[in-house]
């Protein structure tokens, strides 16, 4: 039997760094397939408080791509909270006066993993140390899964319409995404695993590379 512990392997990858991970406050907005593979990523690599909010119960569709989706009808931040020791659960909308109330001053990053335009318009404006996803719904091939700035991700008619939205608003600053190239394939809300999962870990891994610079 091997000898360690949880974090042994991300401990050997990481060295001394591994506690800024222990340190960090992290906000994960959004607890589905993009949102909840992100949160139980970070989760399983210690960072030290995710705070996961999301106002949704498990339903049999989300089956095909949400992790612990077989716990229908159960609140999808209490299911996650109740995994993992290191996740707060917030089972709210994300919505104007939510944020008034709420300090998000606090965390060292805020993840933005909801497909609400107008929550993610709010979220772009009160957080300085934002990432986001776009559209991972409609897509089936990962290799398209990419990063960059908000300003020059291309492909996808949801970052269009988000940009026109950010301009509307007035903001001018610039933060990462995560964003497919592929057109997408279907009208209707399609999904596959094999994307949306990806996008997660994309966001957990640039989550985990931006507190380790900062």
Not at 10 to 26: E, W
Not at 41 to 53: K, P, Q, Y
């Amino acid at each position: 039997m091997q000898s360690g512990d949880r974090f042994s392997r991300i401990k050997s990858l990481l060295g001394d760094d591994f506690s800024l991970l222990q340190k960090a406050k992290i906000l994960v907005c959004g607890a589905g397939g993009v949102g909840g593979i992100c949160a139980d990523t970070l989760a399983r690599s210690g960072v030290g408080e995710i705070v996961l909010i999301d106002c949704d119960s498990f339903e049999i569709t989300n089956q095909n791509r949400q992790l612990y989706s077989e716990a229908c009808g159960v609140a999808k931040v209490e299911e996650f909270a109740s995994r993992y020791e290191n996740i707060k659960g917030i089972n709210e909308k994300i919505s104007e006066e939510f944020l008034n109330d709420f300090d998000i001053s606090r965390f060292d990053l805020v993840i933005d993993a909801i497909d609400d335009m107008r929550a993610k318009i709010l979220l772009a404006l009160k957080s300085p140390k934002l990432i986001a996803s776009m559209g991972s719904a409609k897509r089936l091939d990962a290799t398209q899964v990419k990063v960059d700035s908000v300003w020059r991700c291309s492909g996808d008619p949801f970052a269009r319409k988000y940009r026109y939205e950010l301009r509307k608003a007035g903001f001018s600053g610039d933060f990462d995404v995560v964003f497919s190239s592929e057109t997408p394939r279907c009208k209707e809300l399609g999904s596959f695993m094999g994307v949306t999962a990806v996008f997660g870990l994309n966001l957990a891994s640039l989550a985990v590379r931006k507190i380790l610079k900062s």
